[in-house]
């Protein structure tokens, strides 16, 4: 078989950091160990072994452990003939493979895939599928500048033979097996496989009648397989060296195999093995016309046959319910992870419809945000109008203010003029100057008072508490010092104060020096204007 589990030498995993990874890794490598030390023995326990292997290394979700589980629970299923198993490890490996891009081990997967076809009988697909796992090795091995593992060659070596063997191609399968005998003649770590070899070119040179090469083979073989003190295959050397000696007509050294071989067979339990050289031995008995053993024998090989029908009816009924227990757990794993995905599905759309659901009010909230900025926004506009327009009304009513301002300092004008010819008027027979000097200083006193007590009323309407404020300020100021910062307040110029007071130009400008101290703005470029513009 091609497979190769280096479980045993390495564990190429990366860096763990968690110790519980590091812990159920080497639980893994722990399994892997049974499994491959049970296979042969006790493949029950070594199939078992290697699946609670493989599902401890999905989990951990390392690709080297999982290709490892996966082929020994694929080997076990193929020698045990549970062949639904093998299949399903070996697309489990391929897959794996084909996820991770590693040509290595789908060249291994078709190997095994191959194998799987040869017992199956499928003897051509088994040898196509062989020839394809082989180049994708070796292109592998060419690519990365290696050689393909020394145990994939063994073992396609042997099952390539078979194959070979099987389709009565005998030099082919010759050449197959020389090729890994050539191989493996001097690694003590494979002589099983080289002992394998070495029996099955035995066992084809016998088939082919090549009597000469196949006795130095097979003794070769049953040596190895003495020292490995593996019974069943010495039981199976013997019993090909007897057929090789009855075939050669050399009966004494046929019997004498035969019952080596018929010994450790019925020591180990070898039924199939207790069948066929039984069967042997009652027929040379029965040549040799000896009625008692060749009964005898005759009884045995009929027993060992019942027996082996027997337990290969029973071994079938514990294959099935063996194989149908694993496929039930495999099922209901499958059904759990489809409850998995379902439950996950479903707790991913409540997350989603929660996001929505926030997402939503979130948006609805910065929608309300917006459109109270919105808003607010339009209620400054509509207040920025508003002020713009009582601005205006209140640059309006200076304005008026200032006119009418104006309008007084030309009636007092035309007053001054009345007074000024009044007073100007030469006197008559009749004298009135008395009078109208008198009338003149009422005037006087009238234009004087009333115009600024009125110009006074009107100022505060506009603007309530400019003098509150501006005393508070200043408390120093007096009334002539309130009333100008009045005409300053609405940007009146020194002609129009001089005009509107009666005083002259140059009163109106010392006044103004004399104010700019008090309002302590004489070292500053400030205007007084703009200075109280903020009262």
Same mark, same amino acid.
């Given at each position: 078989?091609?497979?190769?589990?280096?479980?045993?030498?390495?564990?190429?995993?990366?860096? *763990?950091?968690?110790?519980?990874?590091?812990?159920?890794?080497?639980?893994?490598?722990?399994?892997?160990?049974?499994?491959?030390?049970?296979?042969?023995?006790?493949?029950?326990?070594?199939?078992?072994?290697?699946?609670?292997?493989?599902? *401890?290394?999905?989990?951990?979700?390392?690709?080297?452990?999982?290709?490892?589980?996966?082929?020994?629970?694929?080997?076990?299923?193929?020698?045990?003939?549970?062949?639904?198993?093998?299949?399903?490890?070996?697309?489990?490996?391929?897959?794996?493979? #084909?996820?991770?891009?590693?040509?290595?081990?789908?060249?291994?997967?078709?190997?095994? *895939?191959?194998?799987?076809?040869?017992?199956?009988?499928?003897?051509?697909?088994?040898?196509?599928?062989?020839?394809?796992?082989?180049?994708?090795?070796?292109?592998?091995?060419?690519?990365?500048?290696?050689?393909?593992?020394?145990?994939?060659?063994?073992?396609?070596?042997?099952?390539?033979?078979?194959?070979?063997?099987?389709?009565?191609?005998?030099?082919?399968?010759?050449?197959?097996?020389?090729?890994?005998?050539?191989?493996?003649?001097?690694?003590?770590?494979?002589?099983?496989?080289?002992?394998?070899?070495?029996?099955?070119?035995?066992?084809?040179?016998?088939?082919?009648?090549?009597?000469?090469?196949?006795?130095?083979?097979?003794?070769?073989?049953?040596?190895?397989?003495?020292?490995?003190?593996?019974?069943?295959?010495?039981?199976?050397?013997?019993?090909?060296?007897?057929?090789?000696?009855?075939?050669?007509?050399?009966?004494?050294?046929?019997?004498?195999?035969?019952?080596?071989?018929?010994?450790?067979?019925?020591?180990?339990?070898?039924?199939?093995?207790?069948?066929?050289?039984?069967?042997?031995?009652?027929?040379?008995?029965?040549?040799?016309?000896?009625?008692?053993?060749?009964?005898?024998?005759?009884?045995?090989?009929?027993?060992?046959?019942?027996?082996?029908?027997?337990?290969?009816?029973?071994?079938?009924?514990?294959?099935?319910?063996?194989?149908?227990?694993?496929?039930?757990?495999?099922?209901?794993?499958?059904?759990?992870?489809?409850?998995?995905?379902?439950?996950?599905?479903?707790?991913?759309?409540?997350?989603?419809?929660?996001?929505?659901?926030?997402?939503?009010?979130?948006?609805?909230?910065?929608?309300?945000?917006?459109?109270?900025?919105?808003?607010?926004?339009?209620?400054?506009?509509?207040?920025?109008? #508003?002020?713009?327009?009582?601005?205006?009304?209140?640059?309006?009513?200076?304005?008026?203010?200032?006119?009418?301002?104006?309008?007084?300092?030309?009636?007092?004008?035309?007053?001054?003029?009345?007074?000024?010819?009044?007073?100007?008027?030469?006197?008559?027979?009749?004298?009135?100057?008395?009078?109208?000097?008198?009338?003149?200083?009422?005037?006087?006193?009238?234009?004087?008072?009333?115009?600024?007590?009125?110009?006074?009323?009107?100022?505060?309407?506009?603007?309530?508490?400019?003098?509150?404020?501006?005393?508070?300020?200043?408390?120093?100021?007096?009334?002539?010092?309130?009333?100008?910062?009045?005409?300053?307040?609405?940007?009146?110029?020194?002609?129009?104060?001089?005009?509107?007071?009666?005083?002259?130009?140059?009163?109106?400008?010392?006044?103004?020096?004399?104010?700019?101290?008090?309002?302590?703005?004489?070292?500053?470029?400030?205007?007084?204007?703009?200075?109280?513009?903020?009262?």
């Amino acid at each position: 078989m091609t497979i190769s589990c280096e479980n045993e030498k390495s564990l190429d995993v990366g860096i *763990l950091t968690d110790s519980q990874k590091i812990k159920d890794s080497l639980q893994v490598i722990q399994k892997l160990q049974i499994a491959k030390k049970n296979i042969l023995i006790n493949y029950k326990l070594g199939i078992s072994e290697a699946i609670e292997a493989s599902k *401890l290394a999905e989990k951990l979700d390392i690709p080297k452990l999982r290709f490892d589980g996966y082929l020994e629970v694929t080997r076990g299923a193929l020698y045990a003939g549970i062949y639904d198993i093998a299949e399903v490890y070996l697309n489990k490996y391929l897959d794996l493979a #084909e996820k991770e891009q590693d040509e290595k081990r789908i060249g291994q997967a078709m190997g095994n *895939l191959g194998v799987l076809h040869m017992f199956l009988g499928e003897l051509d697909h088994a040898d196509s599928l062989f020839n394809q796992g082989i180049t994708k090795l070796q292109q592998y091995a060419k690519q990365h500048q290696e050689d393909v593992s020394l145990e994939d060659q063994l073992n396609i070596y042997l099952d390539l033979g078979h194959i070979y063997k099987e389709k009565k191609q005998f030099s082919k399968a010759e050449q197959a097996y020389l090729s890994g005998i050539t191989f493996a003649k001097h690694k003590s770590e494979f002589q099983l496989v080289y002992a394998q070899l070495l029996q099955s070119l035995g066992i084809l040179y016998v088939e082919t009648n090549q009597i000469a090469k196949a006795k130095s083979y097979l003794d070769l073989a049953l040596e190895i397989q003495k020292k490995l003190e593996n019974s069943p295959m010495v039981a199976a050397c013997y019993l090909s060296l007897g057929e090789f000696s009855e075939k050669n007509n050399q009966k004494n050294a046929a019997l004498d195999y035969y019952t080596k071989g018929l010994e450790i067979a019925k020591k180990s339990d070898l039924v199939e093995v207790e069948a066929e050289i039984s069967d042997h031995l009652y027929q040379i008995y029965q040549k040799e016309g000896n009625a008692k053993l060749a009964l005898d024998y005759l009884n045995q090989n009929l027993d060992s046959k019942a027996k082996m029908k027997r337990d290969e009816a029973k071994e079938a009924l514990y294959r099935k319910s063996f194989a149908r227990k694993i496929f039930k757990k495999l099922e209901a794993e499958k059904n759990q992870e489809r409850k998995t995905r379902r439950l996950l599905a479903v707790l991913l759309l409540v997350i989603i419809l929660v996001i929505l659901y926030f997402l939503m009010k979130y948006f609805r909230r910065s929608k309300e945000i917006e459109l109270g900025y919105e808003k607010e926004l339009q209620q400054l506009e509509i207040s920025k109008l #508003e002020n713009d327009r009582l601005q205006a009304d209140l640059e309006m009513v200076n304005k008026k203010m200032a006119s009418n301002a104006l309008q007084a300092i030309q009636k007092e004008e035309s007053l001054n003029l009345i007074v000024h010819r009044i007073r100007s008027t030469k006197p008559t027979n009749s004298d009135p100057s008395h009078l109208l000097k008198s009338i003149s200083k009422d005037i006087e006193k009238l234009n004087s008072t009333k115009n600024w007590e009125e110009f006074e009323v009107r100022f505060v309407e506009i603007h309530k508490f400019f003098f509150q404020k501006l005393l508070e300020a200043h408390p120093g100021l007096s009334n002539n010092d309130r009333r100008l910062c009045a005409f300053l307040k609405l940007d009146m110029s020194t002609k129009e104060i001089s005009n509107l007071t009666g005083q002259s130009l140059r009163a109106v400008e010392m006044a103004r020096i004399r104010l700019r101290k008090k309002l302590n703005l004489t070292n500053s470029d400030v205007s007084i204007f703009t200075y109280l513009s903020d009262f």
